[in-house]
């Protein structure tokens, strides 16, 4: 019978560089032509939006949907179905919340571990939220990170985001007042921002000193993060998802002015592989949009951890439905 493994059954079972590995493994599976990974399924509603992601990984014998809605005040709910390939039972639903964060963060660690950058290295940071924590979390992870500086609109933000961080880090985390404050003089960049807007927030023109861009805010084809010049400039520019071209605005917008051509692509797979090398030098832009895959890779592992014990609640029996049932909302 399938379980129901919520926030805090999840919460500190995996950490950062569990999650490394593990998006690393499934990335090798996706290269060995193992996986099956659907686009974005998106329906925009009156008041809020629901999306919706399916992937298979042959070699794991998992698969799994990710569905995640957002209400116009009221946030995002997460939820993760895992269910086993050979015969399609549902095994488990999880809420989706610390698996979105936590793998975001780890596939940026998946190509800082390509990139990689002597001595200390500076962090800039654009955003405030749970994906702006986990972005520093696993560039320290990989990197010897000597200090960062983050930006967000709100002053009390991004204060809270420098003293927590510092803390837990154990490095210092300074907020700045603009973006260019954030990213000019910074070995590495990350952008987590919530923004929604055509216009992009970060400009090429900034990373003067940057050797990696992690971008992964925008996941909309109508908006961007990052401006043209940030791929223009780039010496590669790799995506966690062949879908991202369609997905991501920054990209389309890109592939539009010649910005990106074919050459100067790569996927994650392609690098965890070596099918295709990382320039000796040179900006490396990195657009992650997001996968299931990503997301069946830690929840499989998660079941695995936590499936067998005593006590925890039980979902429905599906397997006499003919249709599916719809998921339940993530908890908060």
């Known amino acids: 019978m399938a379980v129901m493994l919520g926030y805090e059954a999840l919460n500190g079972v995996l950490g950062m560089r569990d999650a490394i590995g593990l998006l ?11 996986t099956s990974v659907s686009p974005k399924f998106v329906t925009d509603f009156p008041g809020g939006a629901m999306r919706m ?13 990710k569905a995640y809605h957002s209400i116009q005040g009221a946030g995002t709910r997460y939820v993760v179905s895992l269910y086993r390939l050979k015969d399609g039972e549902l095994l488990a639903l999880l809420d989706g919340q610390i698996i979105t964060d936590l793998r975001t963060g780890a596939a940026s660690g998946v190509i800082a571990r390509k990139v990689p ?8 940071v654009i955003g405030s939220g749970h994906q702006a924590r986990t972005q520093l979390e696993s560039l320290a992870t990989v990197y010897r990170v000597e200090s960062a500086a983050v930006f967000s609109p709100t002053a009390a933000h991004r204060e809270a985001y420098a ?11 300074t907020p700045v007042d603009t973006v260019e404050a954030a990213a000019r003089g910074r070995a590495v960049v990350t952008s987590a921002s919530s923004s929604r807007n055509k216009e992009p927030i970060l400009h090429g023109a900034w990373l003067d000193r940057c050797r990696l861009l992690c971008a992964v805010g925008n996941t909309r084809a109508q908006f961007a993060e990052a401006d043209v010049q940030c ?3 780039a010496a590669l520019v790799v995506m966690d998802s062949a879908h991202a071209m369609e997905e991501a605005g920054e990209l389309r917008q890109a592939a539009a002015t010649g910005a990106l051509p074919e050459a100067k692509r790569a996927t994650l797979a392609q690098l965890v592989t070596g099918k295709v090398a990382v320039p ?3 900006l490396i832009a990195f657009k992650s949009v997001g996968t299931a895959l990503q997301d069946l890779a830690l929840a499989a592992r998660y079941y695995e951890l936590l499936g067998g014990r005593a006590g925890l609640p039980a979902a429905p029996d599906l397997g006499s439905l003919k249709r599916p049932m719809a998921a339940p909302g993530a908890q908060p």
């Open 53 to 65: 992601l399916f992937a298979a990984d042959q070699q794991a014998g998992y698969c799994a949907t």
């Open 280 to 282: 000796g030098k040179g």
């Open 24 to 34: 690393e493994a499934a990335l090798a599976h996706e290269a060995a032509g193992q």
């Open 117 to 124: 950058i002597a001595g200390p290295v500076s962090v800039g």
């Open 163 to 173: 003293r927590e961080m510092s803390k837990k880090l154990g490095i210092p985390v």
């Open 231 to 233: 791929f223009r400039d």
